[in-house]
C-alpha cells in the first residue's frame, strides 16, 4: 500500500525566511508526485508533478524536488500570501488514484 | 478553474437520512473522483471512476455508493448518513489519455451529519 508522510505539521515563518516541506513516500512504481496548495474552505491547487528522481520544478517561490524515497518543496523569501496547507500525493503506476499526505501548514508572518 | 462544480456546497442532514452529493464537469474528462478531509487523515478516496457506469471502490467505501450514468457527472449517495460521515467532501477529475496524470479538485462539499 502506498504511503506518504510530510513534515513538519506545522511550520511557522517569517517573512522573507526561506524553508523546506518533506514529503517521504513509499509507493509499488511511482507513477507520479503531486504537490497541491490548499487554502482554508477551499479545493487543493495543482502545483506540481515530478515523474522521476532528480527532477526539479520550480514556481514563483516554490521549488519542488524528487529523490527516490521523498520530495522537498522549498520556499524561497516566503510572503504572507504563501501561507496555505501544503499537499504531497503520490500515484503508483498500476493505479488511478492519489494517496496524500496529511499535509504542512505554513503560516507566513509579516 | 478546473471546470468542476460541486452541490451543495454546504448541507447539514439528520442521521438515518440517505444524502446525494453532485460532482459536474465540464472538461469532457474520463476520470472521476470522489474523496473525503479529515482533519489528522487527509484526503481518502472513496470511490472513483474510469468511465460512464464504471466505477471501483477506494480505502473508506464503506457507506457509501456511486453512479455514473453520464460523462459529466458523478453522483456520491450516503445510503443512511451517520455523525461518523461529517466531513468535507472534493470531487476531482482526471485525464490520462495525454500521459498528464494531474488530478484537479472542486472546491468542496461541506456536510455536517447531526
Known amino acids: 500500500e502506498d504511503q506518504v508522510t510530510q513534515s513538519p505539521e506545522a511550520l511557522r515563518l517569517q517573512e522573507g525566511e526561506s524553508s523546506s516541506l518533506n514529503c517521504s513516500y513509499t509507493v509499488s512504481g511511482l507513477r507520479g508526485l503531486f504537490w497541491y496548495r490548499q487554502d482554508p474552505g477551499k479545493g487543493p491547487e495543482f502545483l506540481f508533478t515530478?515523474?522521476?528522481a532528480g527532477e526539479e520544478k520550480e514556481k514563483e517561490r516554490l521549488k519542488a524536488t524528487l529523490t527516490k524515497k521523498e520530495s522537498f518543496l522549498h520556499i524561497t523569501a516566503p510572503k504572507p500570501e504563501d501561507s496555505a496547507t501544503y499537499l504531497c500525493a503520490v500515484r503508483s503506476v498500476n493505479d488511478y488514484k492519489l494517496s496524500f499526505g496529511a499535509g504542512t501548514t505554513v503560516t507566513v508572518r509579516a | 478553474d478546473a471546470g468542476i462544480t460541486q452541490s451543495p456546497r454546504h448541507k447539514v442532514t439528520e442521521t438515518g437520512t440517505p444524502v446525494t452529493l453532485r460532482c459536474h464537469q465540464t472538461?469532457?474528462?474520463?476520470?472521476m473522483y470522489w474523496y473525503r478531509q479529515d482533519p489528522g487523515h487527509g484526503l481518502r478516496l472513496i470511490h472513483y471512476?474510469?468511465?460512464?457506469?464504471?466505477?471501483d471502490k477506494g480505502e473508506v467505501s464503506d457507506g457509501y455508493s456511486v453512479s455514473r450514468s453520464k460523462t459529466e457527472d458523478f453522483l456520491l449517495t450516503l445510503e443512511s448518513a451517520t455523525s461518523s460521515q461529517t466531513s468535507v467532501y472534493f470531487c476531482?477529475?482526471?485525464?490520462?489519455?495525454?500521459?498528464?496524470?494531474?488530478?484537479?479538485f472542486g472546491e468542496g462539499s461541506w456536510l455536517t451529519v447531526v
Open positions: 476531482a477529475i482526471s485525464e490520462s489519455r495525454t500521459g498528464e496524470n494531474t488530478i484537479y
Open positions: 515530478l515523474y522521476s
Open positions: 472538461e469532457n474528462h474520463r476520470y
Open positions: 471512476s474510469y468511465g460512464v457506469k464504471d466505477t
